[in-house]
């Protein structure tokens, strides 16, 4: 089998333990003249890495998040490749090959997702509690007490008022909904989470501060993050490595400062050029946890 290092140019490989391998995965959409909306994309994520996916609007970063996760639908397809996820244990699952049942057990309880425009993905009729609960009550096996203190559990460590799962979304504001969406993505402790474009709706002192929360709870619970948005200088900030998508392609991977001290594909350079420079102190606030402006 070819290396993944000589598939994707200047690829990095994970500094940790590998927890997935996606392998030459190309998802087709059977339209009236089929299109490729990804060919071949190869990457590995590693056990507690944030890896970023970047690309402009189109480039198919959704639908390969949606392809791993087994998410799809008509006219879309898996058209070839292959998707491993590697357990704690030791043990592999080839998540394309899981029948309806044992997919829906390994959703949410090691691999969920924020989905794009997530502050609209709440019921706006049911509170954040009773929405909690649904997901609990779907893949765990919980008294009604034990679910509703694990909701105040994860609602506690994403900053969220416990007293809010009585609350109906248009009561919280912007920052708090997204909140509430990954504390429901952590509700059964997954392994992996994708997050497709989780901050893009909020104004930027909210985003810094969801950001900076993604990234604690990274470091405290150890799971690995894929990060799923067009805003390359985002990632730059909080991302591990960096995957470059272009018309479907996987066209550059590498860490994070080598991207940015010197890309390889002149997608990225170009990418790199529409934002304003990110040197001097301010380049890494939120990796390295400190704020120039408190400093």
């Not at 425009?117 to 009729?125: F, I, R, T, Y």
């Not at 470091?219 to 591990?240: K, R």
Request: with cysteine; charged share 25%; glycine share 8%.
């Amino acid at each position: 089998m070819t290396a993944l290092t000589d598939r994707v140019p200047h690829a990095a490989v994970p500094a940790r333990r590998p927890v997935l391998t996606v392998t030459d995965l190309t998802v087709v959409y059977d339209v009236e003249e089929p299109v490729t909306a990804v060919k071949d994309a190869s990457l590995q994520l590693g056990r507690g890495e944030i890896l970023g996916l970047a690309g402009e609007s189109g480039c198919g970063k959704t639908t390969l998040a949606y392809a791993i996760n087994r998410l799809h639908q008509p006219p879309a397809r898996i058209a070839s490749g292959s998707v491993v996820f590697h357990d704690r244990d030791g043990g592999d699952v080839d998540l394309l090959g899981l029948d309806d049942e044992p997919l829906r057990r390994f959703r949410w309880s090691q691999l969920s997702m924020v989905f794009q425009g997530a502050m609209n993905s709440l019921n706006p009729v049911r509170t954040i509690g009773a929405q909690l609960d649904d997901t609990l009550r779907a893949h765990a096996r919980m008294s009604r007490a034990q679910r509703r203190e694990r909701s105040a559990e994860v609602l506690t460590r994403v900053g969220v008022d416990p007293g809010r799962l009585r609350s109906y979304p248009h009561e919280l504001s912007g920052g708090m909904r997204q909140r509430v969406m990954i504390a429901m993505a952590m509700l059964l402790e997954p392994q992996i989470m994708i997050m497709d474009e989780p901050t893009t709706a909020l104004d930027v002192v909210v985003q810094r501060e969801i950001l900076r929360e993604i990234v604690r709870l990274r470091d405290e619970l150890d799971f690995a993050v894929v990060f799923i948005t067009h805003d390359l200088p985002l990632l730059l900030e909080i991302s591990d490595r960096i995957a470059v998508m272009l018309a479907g392609e996987i066209v550059e991977l590498e860490t994070a400062a080598q991207l940015h001290r010197s890309p390889a594909h002149p997608y990225t350079r170009r990418l790199l050029g529409s934002f304003p420079s990110l040197s001097g102190e301010r380049g890494a606030f939120i990796r390295d946890g400190v704020d120039p402006e408190e400093s």
